[in-house]
């Protein structure tokens, strides 16, 4: 009997593996439009274009977090704008107006398509400098994407409250609890409510976040278990991260420790830029200093100054502070 309970176990685990995009077969070229990348494997990816109303001096490639989509950088976009400066932000896979929404999709092929994207303006627009910047989860998705031997090359990298909080920064209950989880019953999802955990300190914009369907409220278990993956892998590339790299975090942030994020920033080459915002929280470039945030970005990208004053020199980053 034991034998057989076991078996039923083991088959019931396999049954239930966690559910993953896949990708389809690569026989199409890549099309970049003003409404959406279309990916080789015929992937639709909804895109929105922030278009310099001045000469063009850069572009920003913008990866949103987890749960979001595109319409998170409308804020700064529309700042950067008016300054010379261009914003491309699209929905990843399994989020936002994309496909199979809340289904996660393999590192591999968010990687893939931020690559893609980029090669595609490069094609479009040569000569114009570009950055890529990663918000959270997105921040997680450059580290790995731009640390591939033959990711095209940038001008630099901005990584804004990375998410880097993986499998090593979570104890051995986290772990066992969230892999037994995602393999049983993946289909579960936690709402959250309750965990008096706050992205901003900016009302308004939690709850437009709230009311706007496009923006996950519930999500898959699975998804989660393939974003402590997608984190985990972040947390390891922080050596290979060559290029001009900014690092931007908030003294308040409720969503990423701090622990990881000083780990990571420890590992980064001497070069990278770090900066610390003792009123920011998650969502820095939603918050209520958020212009201060842009300001920063905008100025780095064209003579590397953080006019803000609040680079860090030295660690450890917080300080003494919790």
């Given at each position: 009997?034991?034998?057989?309970?076991?078996?039923?176990?083991?088959?019931?685990?396999?049954?239930?593996?966690?559910?993953?995009?896949?990708?389809?077969?690569?026989?199409?070229?890549?099309?970049?439009?003003?409404?959406?990348?279309?990916?080789?494997?015929?992937?639709?990816?909804?895109?929105?274009?922030?278009?310099?109303?001045?000469?063009?001096?850069?572009?920003?490639?913008?990866?949103?977090?987890?749960?979001?989509?595109?319409?998170?950088?409308?804020?700064?976009?529309?700042?950067?704008?008016?300054?010379?400066?261009?914003?491309?932000?699209?929905?990843?896979?399994?989020?936002?107006?994309?496909?199979?929404?809340?289904?996660?999709?393999?590192?591999?092929?968010?990687?893939?398509?931020?690559?893609?994207?980029?090669?595609?303006?490069?094609?479009?627009?040569?000569?114009?400098?570009?950055?890529?910047?990663?918000?959270?989860?997105?921040?997680?998705?450059?580290?790995?994407?731009?640390?591939?031997?033959?990711?095209?090359?940038?001008?630099?990298?901005?990584?804004?409250?990375?998410?880097?909080?993986?499998?090593?920064?979570?104890?051995?209950?986290?772990?066992?609890?969230?892999?037994?989880?995602?393999?049983?019953?993946?289909?579960?999802?936690?709402?959250?409510?309750?965990?008096?955990?706050?992205?901003?300190?900016?009302?308004?914009?939690?709850?437009?976040?709230?009311?706007?369907?496009?923006?996950?409220?519930?999500?898959?278990?699975?998804?989660?278990?393939?974003?402590?993956?997608?984190?985990?892998?972040?947390?390891?590339?922080?050596?290979?991260?060559?290029?001009?790299?900014?690092?931007?975090?908030?003294?308040?942030d409720q969503i990423i420790p701090?622990?990881?994020?000083?780990?990571?920033?420890?590992?980064?080459?001497?070069?990278?830029?770090?900066?610390?915002?003792?009123?920011?929280?998650?969502?820095?470039?939603?918050?209520?200093?958020?212009?201060?945030v842009w300001k920063d970005i905008?100025?780095?990208?064209?003579?590397?100054?953080?006019?803000?004053?609040?680079?860090?020199?030295?660690?450890?980053?917080?300080?003494?502070?919790?």
């Amino acid at each position: 009997m034991r034998i057989i309970l076991s078996l039923l176990i083991l088959m019931t685990i396999i049954a239930c593996t966690p559910k993953m995009q896949a990708a389809g077969p690569e026989n199409k070229p890549a099309v970049l439009t003003n409404t959406a990348l279309h990916t080789t494997d015929g992937k639709k990816l909804p895109l929105q274009i922030w278009s310099a109303e001045e000469d063009e001096k850069a572009i920003f490639v913008a990866v949103h977090g987890f749960n979001d989509y595109r319409n998170g950088f409308s804020f700064p976009a529309s700042w950067w704008m008016q300054r010379g400066i261009s914003t491309y932000a699209y929905d990843q896979r399994g989020f936002g107006e994309t496909e199979d929404i809340g289904i996660w999709a393999p590192v591999e092929l968010l990687v893939a398509d931020l690559e893609t994207l980029v090669r595609e303006i490069k094609k479009e627009k040569p000569g114009i400098p570009i950055y890529v910047l990663g918000e959270s989860m997105g921040g997680a998705v450059v580290m790995a994407a731009v640390t591939k031997p033959d990711f095209p090359k940038v001008n630099g990298v901005i990584l804004s409250a990375p998410a880097v909080w993986g499998w090593e920064s979570l104890s051995l209950g986290y772990r066992s609890i969230l892999w037994t989880t995602a393999h049983l019953i993946p289909y579960f999802r936690p709402s959250g409510r309750g965990l008096g955990v706050q992205a901003s300190d900016n009302i308004p914009v939690l709850r437009n976040l709230s009311a706007d369907p496009l923006f996950i409220k519930n999500t898959r278990i699975d998804s989660i278990y393939g974003l402590v993956g997608l984190m985990d892998h972040a947390y390891f590339s922080a050596e290979k991260m060559t290029m001009p790299t900014l690092v931007l975090y908030g003294a308040n942030d409720q969503i990423i420790p701090k622990k990881p994020v000083e780990n990571v920033v420890s590992r980064l080459p001497d070069s990278a830029d770090v900066v610390l915002y003792n009123d920011g929280w998650h969502l820095l470039m939603r918050d209520l200093q958020a212009a201060v945030v842009w300001k920063d970005i905008l100025s780095w990208t064209q003579t590397g100054a953080i006019p803000s004053g609040n680079k860090v020199n030295t660690l450890p980053l917080f300080a003494g502070k919790p």
